[in-house]
């Protein structure tokens, strides 16, 4: 059991550029989803699913595209990278059937736009 | 709108010894859950702990326990025998009850172990 399995682990972008941060579960969670962390923040919440064809948005939405086409898969879309974008950013899943149950984190991405 | 503090930016401890680690939150809601995390140099977000607010008997998990004042909205971790492995970022958060992941997170306390 891989758990969640975050790629890349590190990735620098010049502003404007864009990107996919992968995002991969191997639990058969329902539900994912993606937080960013900025120094003196906590996490917060930018996009998370339900399951596979639901998505909706978070606390931090703007900037960030999500899909959501299989269980496993929840990647997250920069379509065009801001240095406001420099985070340290995290995936995380849970089950359906388990409302009460904590989330599993992957490992982060930790992101920089110059 | 819900949120939680976390007024000690960095604490700090002597091995053996016992550190507190305080969190308060603000919410409506009366059916809610807490939790702190730990976040170690790996980056890696591990949960401590966990406390239902319908359950007013306080969580505990080996040497990590809380004390939930639900009427004051306070949520403190205390760390007992503490080793050189529990240094990291504790994050509290909080999450309404029967809402997916909806987590809120306080900004953090750094807690350095000292031998």
């Known amino acids: 059991n891989a758990g969640v399995t975050q790629t890349p682990k590190f990735q620098v972008l010049k502003t404007g550029q864009s990107m996919t941060l992968q995002c991969a579960q191997d639990m058969n969670h329902e539900y994912m989803s993606w937080y960013r962390q900025d120094p003196g923040m906590g996490l917060r919440l930018i996009h998370y699913s339900v399951g596979a064809g639901i998505t909706d948005q978070g606390e931090v939405p703007n900037g960030y595209n999500v899909s959501r086409s299989t269980t496993e898969d929840f990647p997250l879309r920069l379509l065009s990278a801001a240095p406001s974008q420099t985070s340290v950013y995290f995936c995380?899943?849970?089950?359906?059937?388990?409302?009460?149950?904590?989330?599993?984190f992957g490992n982060g991405t930790r992101l920089t736009v110059t | 709108a819900q949120t939680v503090t976390q007024s000690q930016p960095e604490m700090s401890v002597q091995e053996a010894e016992t550190v507190t680690l305080s969190c308060t939150y603000d919410?409506?809601?009366?059916?809610?859950?807490l939790f702190w995390y730990k976040q170690p140099p790996s980056r890696q977000m591990i949960l401590v702990i966990r406390q239902e607010a319908y359950k007013q008997q306080n969580a505990t998990e080996n040497r990590f326990s809380v004390n939930f004042q639900k009427a004051a909205k306070s949520f403190s971790l205390k760390i007992s025998d503490s080793q050189l492995g529990d240094a990291a970022m504790y994050f509290c958060a909080y999450r309404k009850r029967f809402t997916p992941d909806k987590l809120i997170f306080g900004t953090g306390t750094r807690l350095q172990v000292f031998p």
């Open positions: 919410t409506s809601e009366s059916d809610y859950y």
């Open positions: 995380a899943s849970k089950p359906i059937q388990g409302l009460d149950s904590p989330l599993h």
